[in-house]
Nanobody, 124 residues
Framework: QVQLVESGGGLVQAGGSLRLSCAAS????????MGWFRQAPGKERDFVAG????????NYADSVKGRFTISRDNAKNTVFLQMNSLKPEDTAVYYC?????????????????WGQGTQVTVSS
């Protein structure tokens, strides 16, 4: 079956960095666009970043543009999210997701597979 397993979350001070990874199995990774979403307590799940299935096209939420970088390694079936200059408002559970699409959609509805999430906490 399809599995998406996130790792790399944790507690970091404001201004610090974290690198999230998402390892995929059970699917042909290279034909899926990949996205990262986040959900803070009491809030909706929001789009953070997406990468096309070939890796050549990326898109970001305005709130993370210039601070976060999404990338993928199709040989290793893994997608990454490098997060720099972290802010307390970045605190959330971060989820990776796979969409059968060329480019990464921004709507959660368009993603068919989801990981279990990894907690990111940024202290002030």
């Amino acid at each position: 079956q399809v599995q998406l397993v996130e790792s790399g979350g944790g507690l970091v001070q404001a201004g610090g960095s974290l690198r999230l990874s998402c390892a995929a199995s059970g699917l042909t990774f290279s034909i899926y666009a990949m996205g990262w979403f986040r959900q803070a307590p009491g809030k909706e799940r929001d789009f953070v970043a997406g990468v096309s299935r070939g890796g050549g096209s990326t898109n970001y939420a305005d709130s993370v543009k210039g601070r976060f970088t999404i990338s993928r390694d199709n040989a290793k079936n893994t997608v990454f999210l490098q997060m720099n200059s972290l802010k307390p408002e970045d605190t959330a559970v971060y989820y990776c997701a796979a969409a059968l699409s060329v480019v990464a959609p921004r709507r959660a509805y368009d993603y068919g597979y989801w990981g279990q999430g990894t907690q990111v906490t940024v202290s002030s």
